[in-house]
T-cell receptor, first 115, second 112 residues
Protein backbone atom coordinates (compact mmCIF):
# COMPACT_ATOMS: atom_id res chain seq x y z
CA UNK A 1 0.00 0.00 0.00
CA UNK A 2 1.16 3.51 -0.73
CA UNK A 3 0.64 6.83 1.04
CA UNK A 4 1.08 10.52 0.26
CA UNK A 5 1.95 13.38 2.58
CA UNK A 6 1.41 16.99 1.63
CA UNK A 7 3.21 18.82 4.37
CA UNK A 8 1.44 22.16 4.04
CA UNK A 9 -2.34 22.52 4.22
CA UNK A 10 -2.13 26.16 3.14
CA UNK A 11 0.57 28.21 1.37
CA UNK A 12 0.18 32.00 1.03
CA UNK A 13 2.40 33.61 -1.61
CA UNK A 14 2.61 37.07 -3.10
CA UNK A 15 1.82 37.47 -6.79
CA UNK A 16 4.85 37.01 -9.07
CA UNK A 17 6.80 35.27 -6.29
CA UNK A 18 8.04 31.66 -6.66
CA UNK A 19 6.25 28.82 -4.91
CA UNK A 20 6.95 25.22 -3.97
CA UNK A 21 4.24 22.80 -2.83
CA UNK A 22 5.70 19.78 -1.11
CA UNK A 23 4.70 16.16 -1.66
CA UNK A 24 6.29 13.05 -0.20
CA UNK A 25 5.16 9.52 -0.86
CA UNK A 26 5.71 6.09 0.61
CA UNK A 27 5.70 2.87 -1.42
CA UNK A 28 7.68 -0.35 -1.50
CA UNK A 29 7.44 -0.58 -5.30
CA UNK A 30 7.88 1.73 -8.28
CA UNK A 31 5.24 4.42 -8.62
CA UNK A 32 3.41 6.81 -10.87
CA UNK A 33 3.01 10.34 -9.48
CA UNK A 34 0.47 13.03 -10.28
CA UNK A 35 -0.44 16.59 -9.40
CA UNK A 36 -4.05 17.72 -9.71
CA UNK A 37 -5.47 21.24 -9.38
CA UNK A 38 -9.00 22.04 -8.26
CA UNK A 39 -10.45 25.52 -8.76
CA UNK A 40 -13.47 26.52 -6.64
CA UNK A 41 -16.66 24.63 -7.53
CA UNK A 42 -14.93 22.56 -10.19
CA UNK A 43 -13.61 19.04 -10.62
CA UNK A 44 -9.96 18.03 -10.41
CA UNK A 45 -7.76 18.72 -13.41
CA UNK A 46 -4.58 16.78 -14.12
CA UNK A 47 -1.72 19.28 -13.93
CA UNK A 48 1.20 16.96 -14.64
CA UNK A 49 2.32 13.37 -14.25
CA UNK A 50 5.43 11.26 -13.86
CA UNK A 51 5.21 7.77 -15.31
CA UNK A 52 8.82 7.05 -16.30
CA UNK A 53 11.80 8.64 -18.06
CA UNK A 54 12.84 12.21 -17.33
CA UNK A 55 12.41 13.03 -13.66
CA UNK A 56 11.49 16.65 -14.42
CA UNK A 57 8.00 17.08 -15.80
CA UNK A 58 6.35 20.31 -16.88
CA UNK A 59 2.83 21.59 -17.41
CA UNK A 60 1.62 23.99 -20.08
CA UNK A 61 0.97 26.77 -17.56
CA UNK A 62 4.46 27.04 -16.08
CA UNK A 63 4.36 24.50 -13.26
CA UNK A 64 7.01 21.80 -12.98
CA UNK A 65 7.66 18.88 -10.64
CA UNK A 66 10.69 16.72 -10.08
CA UNK A 67 10.61 13.07 -9.12
CA UNK A 68 13.28 12.38 -6.51
CA UNK A 69 13.41 8.67 -5.79
CA UNK A 70 16.01 8.88 -3.02
CA UNK A 71 13.96 11.46 -1.12
CA UNK A 72 10.61 9.92 -2.18
CA UNK A 73 9.40 13.37 -3.17
CA UNK A 74 7.52 14.99 -6.05
CA UNK A 75 7.45 18.69 -5.18
CA UNK A 76 5.56 21.13 -7.39
CA UNK A 77 7.17 24.45 -8.30
CA UNK A 78 6.39 27.58 -10.24
CA UNK A 79 8.88 30.45 -10.63
CA UNK A 80 6.27 33.21 -10.70
CA UNK A 81 2.66 32.76 -9.60
CA UNK A 82 -0.43 34.59 -10.78
CA UNK A 83 -3.71 35.38 -9.02
CA UNK A 84 -5.36 32.75 -11.23
CA UNK A 85 -3.20 30.03 -9.64
CA UNK A 86 -5.25 30.29 -6.45
CA UNK A 87 -6.65 26.78 -6.03
CA UNK A 88 -6.40 23.51 -4.14
CA UNK A 89 -3.55 21.26 -5.26
CA UNK A 90 -3.58 17.51 -4.70
CA UNK A 91 -0.62 15.16 -5.05
CA UNK A 92 -1.44 11.52 -5.87
CA UNK A 93 0.49 8.26 -6.19
CA UNK A 94 -0.21 4.83 -7.63
CA UNK A 95 1.84 1.67 -8.01
CA UNK A 96 3.13 1.41 -11.56
CA UNK A 97 2.33 -2.29 -11.64
CA UNK A 98 -1.32 -1.64 -10.87
CA UNK A 99 -1.56 -2.21 -7.13
CA UNK A 100 -4.78 -2.82 -5.24
CA UNK A 101 -5.09 0.76 -3.98
CA UNK A 102 -5.27 2.57 -7.33
CA UNK A 103 -4.61 6.31 -6.90
CA UNK A 104 -4.01 7.56 -3.36
CA UNK A 105 -4.48 11.29 -2.84
CA UNK A 106 -2.78 13.58 -0.38
CA UNK A 107 -4.87 15.86 1.81
CA UNK A 108 -4.30 18.83 -0.46
CA UNK A 109 -2.56 22.20 -0.26
CA UNK A 110 -4.52 25.41 -0.62
CA UNK A 111 -2.41 27.89 -2.60
CA UNK A 112 -3.41 31.46 -1.80
CA UNK A 113 -2.00 34.19 -4.03
CA UNK A 114 -1.90 37.63 -2.42
CA UNK A 115 -1.77 40.76 -4.59
CA UNK B 1 -11.66 14.61 -26.68
CA UNK B 2 -10.43 14.50 -23.09
CA UNK B 3 -13.70 15.33 -21.42
CA UNK B 4 -15.84 13.69 -18.80
CA UNK B 5 -19.34 15.16 -18.70
CA UNK B 6 -21.52 15.07 -15.58
CA UNK B 7 -25.16 16.00 -15.15
CA UNK B 8 -26.74 17.66 -13.33
CA UNK B 9 -24.27 20.24 -12.01
CA UNK B 10 -26.48 20.93 -9.00
CA UNK B 11 -29.11 18.78 -7.32
CA UNK B 12 -31.27 19.42 -4.26
CA UNK B 13 -33.30 16.53 -2.95
CA UNK B 14 -35.30 15.53 0.07
CA UNK B 15 -34.57 12.44 2.11
CA UNK B 16 -37.41 10.50 0.49
CA UNK B 17 -36.59 11.39 -3.12
CA UNK B 18 -35.06 9.19 -5.80
CA UNK B 19 -32.66 10.84 -8.20
CA UNK B 20 -29.73 9.90 -10.45
CA UNK B 21 -26.38 11.39 -11.35
CA UNK B 22 -25.07 10.76 -14.83
CA UNK B 23 -21.57 10.63 -16.30
CA UNK B 24 -20.32 10.17 -19.86
CA UNK B 25 -16.86 9.84 -21.42
CA UNK B 26 -15.77 9.22 -25.00
CA UNK B 27 -12.06 8.64 -24.49
CA UNK B 28 -12.31 4.86 -24.80
CA UNK B 29 -11.39 4.45 -21.14
CA UNK B 30 -12.36 1.11 -19.64
CA UNK B 31 -12.21 2.14 -15.98
CA UNK B 32 -14.80 4.53 -14.53
CA UNK B 33 -15.11 5.81 -10.98
CA UNK B 34 -17.41 7.59 -8.56
CA UNK B 35 -15.83 9.76 -5.87
CA UNK B 36 -17.37 11.76 -3.05
CA UNK B 37 -15.70 14.99 -1.97
CA UNK B 38 -16.45 17.04 1.11
CA UNK B 39 -15.28 20.64 1.43
CA UNK B 40 -11.52 21.08 1.86
CA UNK B 41 -10.94 17.31 1.67
CA UNK B 42 -9.47 15.02 -1.00
CA UNK B 43 -11.89 12.90 -3.05
CA UNK B 44 -12.94 9.60 -1.45
CA UNK B 45 -13.35 6.59 -3.71
CA UNK B 46 -16.84 5.08 -3.74
CA UNK B 47 -17.08 2.70 -6.72
CA UNK B 48 -14.93 1.46 -9.59
CA UNK B 49 -16.15 -0.13 -12.80
CA UNK B 50 -13.62 -1.98 -14.93
CA UNK B 51 -14.79 -3.16 -18.35
CA UNK B 52 -18.36 -2.37 -17.29
CA UNK B 53 -18.20 -4.64 -14.26
CA UNK B 54 -18.26 -3.37 -10.70
CA UNK B 55 -14.81 -4.15 -9.35
CA UNK B 56 -14.65 -2.03 -6.21
CA UNK B 57 -17.31 -0.94 -3.74
CA UNK B 58 -15.70 0.89 -0.84
CA UNK B 59 -18.32 -0.13 1.72
CA UNK B 60 -20.73 2.49 0.43
CA UNK B 61 -24.26 2.45 1.95
CA UNK B 62 -26.91 0.81 -0.21
CA UNK B 63 -28.75 4.11 -0.61
CA UNK B 64 -26.11 4.74 -3.32
CA UNK B 65 -26.50 2.38 -6.28
CA UNK B 66 -24.08 2.54 -9.24
CA UNK B 67 -24.85 1.39 -12.75
CA UNK B 68 -22.71 1.12 -15.87
CA UNK B 69 -25.04 0.71 -18.89
CA UNK B 70 -22.15 0.67 -21.39
CA UNK B 71 -18.47 1.53 -21.69
CA UNK B 72 -19.19 5.28 -22.01
CA UNK B 73 -21.86 5.81 -19.37
CA UNK B 74 -21.93 5.67 -15.60
CA UNK B 75 -24.88 6.41 -13.34
CA UNK B 76 -25.25 6.83 -9.61
CA UNK B 77 -28.79 6.23 -8.34
CA UNK B 78 -29.67 7.97 -5.09
CA UNK B 79 -32.48 6.99 -2.73
CA UNK B 80 -33.34 7.86 0.87
CA UNK B 81 -30.21 9.93 1.36
CA UNK B 82 -29.22 11.64 4.58
CA UNK B 83 -28.17 15.29 5.03
CA UNK B 84 -24.59 14.12 5.67
CA UNK B 85 -24.53 12.78 2.10
CA UNK B 86 -24.46 16.36 0.85
CA UNK B 87 -21.19 16.70 -1.07
CA UNK B 88 -19.60 17.11 -4.49
CA UNK B 89 -19.86 13.85 -6.41
CA UNK B 90 -17.15 13.39 -8.99
CA UNK B 91 -17.04 10.97 -11.88
CA UNK B 92 -13.67 10.01 -13.36
CA UNK B 93 -12.28 7.69 -15.99
CA UNK B 94 -8.85 6.26 -16.75
CA UNK B 95 -7.23 4.17 -19.43
CA UNK B 96 -6.79 1.47 -16.84
CA UNK B 97 -6.57 1.02 -13.07
CA UNK B 98 -3.71 2.96 -11.54
CA UNK B 99 -3.27 5.41 -14.41
CA UNK B 100 -4.14 9.10 -14.35
CA UNK B 101 -7.77 9.95 -13.74
CA UNK B 102 -9.77 12.38 -15.83
CA UNK B 103 -12.48 14.02 -13.74
CA UNK B 104 -15.78 15.61 -14.62
CA UNK B 105 -16.85 18.96 -13.18
CA UNK B 106 -18.87 17.22 -10.50
CA UNK B 107 -22.47 17.23 -9.31
CA UNK B 108 -23.07 19.33 -6.20
CA UNK B 109 -25.66 17.45 -4.13
CA UNK B 110 -27.63 18.98 -1.27
CA UNK B 111 -29.88 16.72 0.81
CA UNK B 112 -32.51 18.53 2.85
Amino acid sequence: AQSVTQLDSQVPVFEEAPVELRCNYSSSVSVYLFWYVQYPNQGLQLLLKYLSGSTLVESINGFEAEFNKSQTSFHLRKPSVHISDTAEYFCAVSESGGGADGLTFGKGTHLIIQP
Amino acid sequence: DTEVTQTPKHLVMGMTNKKSLKCEQHMGHRAMYWYKQKAKKPPELMFVYSYEKLSINESVPSRFSPECPNSSLLNLHLHALQPEDSALYLCASSLKWGRELFFGEGSRLTVL
